[in-house]
T-cell receptor, first 115, second 109 residues
Framework: KAGVTQTPRYLIKTRGQQVTLSCSPISGHRSVSWYQQTPGQGLQFLFEYFSETQRNKGNFPGRFSGRQFSNSRSEMNVSTLELGDSALYLC??????????????FGPGTRLLVL | GENVEQHPSTLSVQEGDSAVIKCTYSDSASNYFPWYKQELGKGPQLIIDIRSNVGEKKDQRIAVTLNKTAKHFSLHITETQPEDSAVYFCAAILNDMRFGAGTRLTVKP
């Protein structure tokens, strides 16, 4: 089975721009979660989707949003980029209905650099 | 919410020695505790996990122990090899997954 794929792998943007990141879960997985990883804050939960519905949201500003499509693929969007948004954005999928139930498998991440 | 603390932040061992990484969590309702290994340029990879109805789990050279009363769990790697060098994260799951800050393990040949 193919693993979680994320596109693009690397991205450079400037402050004020917006960005959309994409995640394709493992085939058959319907739950997708997003995380932000930075050297200072570590791994932080952004949001979780199941069946096109956001199930849970972390403590991030409204500039961070996401969605899930009927084929379980997910996108996250960050608007009005700030320098502090530079990070590795990780997507994880699981076979269960939520992060509480099943193991999560991570993709390789999208590294975003905001200049 | 859940708070996970992980120690040590860095750990250096000689090849063949054992390595132990410890984590504590704050919410006694957390019931699932995975451990992830992250190599440079890659996403975290699950190496072992334990649920709250189990005290210990072993998979070859890797073992995890859980003490629910004390709210701590530990990762044990025996007979370490250079390829074990990576950053290891513990996590606790309640409503979402909360990660420890990570331990950079270096195994010297």
């Amino acid at each position: 089975k193919a693993g979680v794929t994320q596109t693009p792998r690397y991205l450079i943007k400037t402050r004020g721009q917006q960005v959309t990141l994409s995640c394709s879960p493992i085939s058959g997985h319907r739950s997708v979660s997003w995380y932000q990883q930075t050297p200072g804050q570590g791994l932080q939960f952004l949001f979780e989707y199941f069946s096109e519905t956001q199930r849970n949201k972390g403590n991030f500003p409204g500039r961070f949003s996401g969605r899930q499509f009927s084929n379980s693929r997910s996108e996250m969007n960050v608007s009005t980029l700030e320098l502090g948004d530079s990070a590795l954005y990780l997507c994880a999928s699981s076979a269960g209905t939520s992060v509480r139930q099943e193991t999560q498998y991570f993709g390789p991440g999208t590294r975003l650099l905001v200049l | 919410g859940e708070n996970v603390e992980q120690h040590p932040s860095t750990l250096s061992v000689q090849e063949g020695d054992s390595a132990v990484i410890k984590c504590t969590y704050s919410d006694s309702a957390s019931n699932y505790f995975p451990w992830y290994k992250q190599e440079l340029g890659k996403g975290p990879q699950l190496i072992i996990d334990i649920r709250s109805n189990v005290g210990e789990k072993k998979d070859q050279r890797i073992a995890v122990t859980l003490n629910k009363t004390a709210k701590h769990f530990s990762l044990h790697i025996t007979e370490t090899q250079p390829e074990d060098s990576a950053v290891y994260f513990c996590a606790a799951i309640l409503n979402d997954m909360r990660f420890g800050a990570g331990t950079r393990l270096t195994v010297k040949p």
